[in-house]
């Protein structure tokens, strides 16, 4: 797994601890210039923890298991692993930032993305359902998308199809929600960035926006 060439699906299901996420977390931050880059800001609570690698860009999502409740602020030694499974990976692309420079003007308008630098690896890739359709068992896409730092809400919809939800986008450009698209049957989830992705507006100019934050998730058990 060093040279990262996977499916980053596989890492779905595993404990924090497991031997393929550690391997997977330790080969991202080989290539990146941040030290401690592979220890995660652990955000615990009763229903989800939160490992997120601020340098890597790439926060982990634990559903606990059995009952298990973590409490707040437990340190990564203090988690039972074994009763905490891999929900959702998030990667973040904040468009116009350098890669791991903490001081580069950022285009987020929400605090929690302004620590993420942009995920190292381009391009990103997401495996999809190629067989598509009701009934058409001629219906088919691509089987994977290369997600490029630069790629848009057009190319997404032109390898996925039109999103099973969607939201944001409305209110003013300065505060407003950027629009999301979620690809349900694959397990994909992208919120964009940029200008094009605010305002009354932010539908017609959507096809425009860049991708901010892409989470792949099992999808059977995500909802927004």
Same mark, same amino acid.
Not at 139 to 150: N, Q
């Given at each position: 797994m060093s040279n990262l060439d996977f499916n980053i699906r596989d890492?779905?299901?595993?404990?924090?601890?497991?031997?393929? !996420?550690?391997?997977?977390i330790n080969s991202l931050a080989s290539i990146v210039p941040t030290p401690d880059a592979a220890i995660p800001q652990v955000k615990s609570y009763p229903d989800a923890v939160y490992l997120n690698f601020f340098s890597l860009g790439l926060s982990l999502l634990f559903t606990p298991l059995s009952g298990y409740k973590p409490s707040s602020g437990l340190k990564f030694s203090e988690l039972d692993n074994d009763n905490l499974a891999l929900d959702s990976i998030d990667f973040y692309n904040i468009p116009g930032r350098a890669s791991f420079d903490p001081m580069a003007q950022q285009m987020? &308008? @929400?605090?929690?993305?302004?620590?993420?630098?942009?995920?190292?690896?381009?391009?990103?890739? !997401?495996? &999809?359902?190629?067989?598509?359709?009701?009934? #058409?068992?001629?219906?088919? @896409?691509?089987?994977?998308? #290369?997600?490029?730092?630069? &790629?848009?809400?057009? #190319?997404? !919809?032109?390898?996925?199809?039109e999103p099973d939800r969607k939201g944001g986008g409305a209110g003013p450009s300065s505060g407003s929600i950027g629009i999301w698209c979620e690809w349900s049957v694959d397990g994909i989830m992208v919120e964009f960035g940029g200008n094009e992705a605010k305002g009354p507006q932010a539908w017609e100019r959507g096809k425009d926006a860049i991708w901010k934050v892409v989470t792949v998730f099992r999808p059977s058990k995500r909802a927004k």
């Open positions: 890492l779905l299901g595993l404990c924090p601890s497991s031997e393929s !996420l550690s391997q997977y987020s &308008t @929400r605090k929690a993305e302004l620590a993420f630098s942009v995920y190292p690896i381009s391009p990103l890739v !997401l495996t &999809t359902l190629a067989e598509i359709g009701s009934g #058409d068992i001629n219906s088919l @896409r691509p089987s994977h998308l #290369d997600v490029l730092p630069a &790629t848009s809400g057009k #190319d997404f !919809l032109q390898c996925l199809g």
